[in-house]
């Protein structure tokens, strides 16, 4: 049949570029003429280990990953992460874990702590504004550095959308853990400022499968668990047999390593950065420019640059869920899909990861902008 392809703003598993579909496409059946699929190798097959030693380079150079940090692939999604942070930093648990509390996402990380037994500090709990805001550091409820085994928080929401901009500013001998599932890979990160960094694969650099932490080298086995738990979740054990202590999930990688190729095609992720303000920029224009017809809940200085949430108002300027239900149905016959908010917020989000071209932000932006014109006609 005839191929179709259509703008995806899925939050995730989300859009893949098409030049690194194509790619795969092109060699699904002969992976560097070994005559199998690259899904079909041992990771240990030479052109396989060849192609994911180049994929750790790539990506230490486009993060500018120091070498005392160590890169592991695990599974289990960013969420078997909010496990192995507990098992892998909080030590005998004597000292408390701080998080910051600002969506869907940092909540799930705290109730997984939780269950694991860590006496866990909300220092930032934004539920009341709707995980709309991020609050200054003069409101963060921090515990003091001598009795913090660690500060977990998540550089963008991707339920709510919003999205930190800087590094929180704490004391520096707290190791500080982030979440960056839903940004990595879409601008620089000060690597060096972080403990560990963690991120699934299935929003900016691939499919469903696979998930990178980035740790300093020094905190790997450095802090007793008081009670044995899996080897899978262990980072020491990952870091001596490399991302291999059992199979790893090698498609997703190998789908990683030519979006990191792709992304160092494009200039690296300062020219992938600005690219993102732009199709952001276009977005929250149009919201703001039709004030009374969209309605971006999130406070301006932390709107995400990955997910564009917004509602849409009805005559009588509140949220009105049928002009939304509306709005995504037939977005989808314009070719523009999977834009529903999630279904704590409602709504409509636009996802617009390293996938999403600029062409499918002006598609949206244009449809955005004829809905209006039709609903205020
Ligand atoms: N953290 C963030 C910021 C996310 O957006 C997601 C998934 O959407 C997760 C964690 C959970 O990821 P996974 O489903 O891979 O466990």
């Not at 598993?13 to 060699?27: F, N, Y």
């Not at 109730?111 to 609050?135: C, F, H, K």
């Not at 709005?327 to 989808?332: G, H, Q, Y």
């Not at 704590?344 to 617009?352: F, L, M, N, Q």
């Amino acid at each position: 049949h005839a191929e179709k392809r259509v703008w995806n703003f899925s939050p995730g598993p989300a859009a893949i570029h098409r030049d690194v579909l194509s790619k795969v496409q092109e060699e699904l059946l002969d992976f560097e003429g070994s005559g199998m699929s690259a899904m079909e190798l041992s990771p240990l097959f030479p052109a396989y280990d060849t192609m994911w030693k180049q994929a750790d380079k790539d990506l230490r150079e486009l993060l500018v990953i120091p070498d005392d940090y160590a890169v592991l692939w695990m599974q289990g999604g960013a969420t078997m992460q909010f496990s192995a942070v507990v098992f892998n930093l909080l030590g005998d648990g004597s000292k408390t874990a701080d998080y910051f509390g600002t969506g869907n996402w940092s909540e799930r990380a705290i109730q997984e702590a939780r269950r694991l037994g860590a006496n866990v500090n909300a220092a930032i709990d934004t539920r009341e504004t709707g995980y709309s805001t991020l609050p200054p550091k003069s409101e963060w409820k921090l515990t003091p550095a001598s009795e913090c085994a660690y500060l977990h928080y998540c550089l963008n929401e991707t339920v709510s959308g919003v999205e930190w901009f800087e590094i929180p500013d704490v004391d520096p001998s707290v190791p500080l853990v982030c979440d960056a599932s839903s940004t990595i890979l879409s601008r620089p990160i000060d690597v060096a400022r972080h403990a560990v960094i963690y991120a699934g694969c299935q929003k900016n650099f691939g499919p469903t499968g696979s998930v990178v932490v980035i740790i300093r080298k020094d905190l790997i086995g450095a802090r007793p668990f008081k009670y044995p738990f899996p080897s899978m979740l262990d980072y020491k054990i990952m870091a001596d047999y490399n991302s291999m202590w059992n199979t790893p999930a090698t498609f997703p990688i190998y789908v990683g390593a030519l979006v990191f190729k792709w992304l160092k095609e494009q200039g690296g992720l300062t020219e992938i950065e600005k690219i993102h303000i732009q199709k952001a920029t276009r977005l929250y224009g149009v919201i703001d420019a039709l004030s009374s017809v969209f309605y971006s809940p999130v406070q301006r200085s932390c709107r995400s640059r990955m997910n564009v949430v917004f509602r849409i108002l009805g005559k009588d300027g509140k949220p009105d869920p049928d002009l939304e239900a509306g709005f995504l149905k037939d977005a989808v016959e314009f070719g523009l899909q999977q834009l529903k908010g999630h279904r704590t917020v409602g709504g409509v989000r636009a996802s617009i990861y390293n996938g999403m071209p600029i062409e499918g932000v002006e598609a949206l932006a244009s449809y955005m902008e004829d809905f209006a014109a039709t609903i205020k006609a």
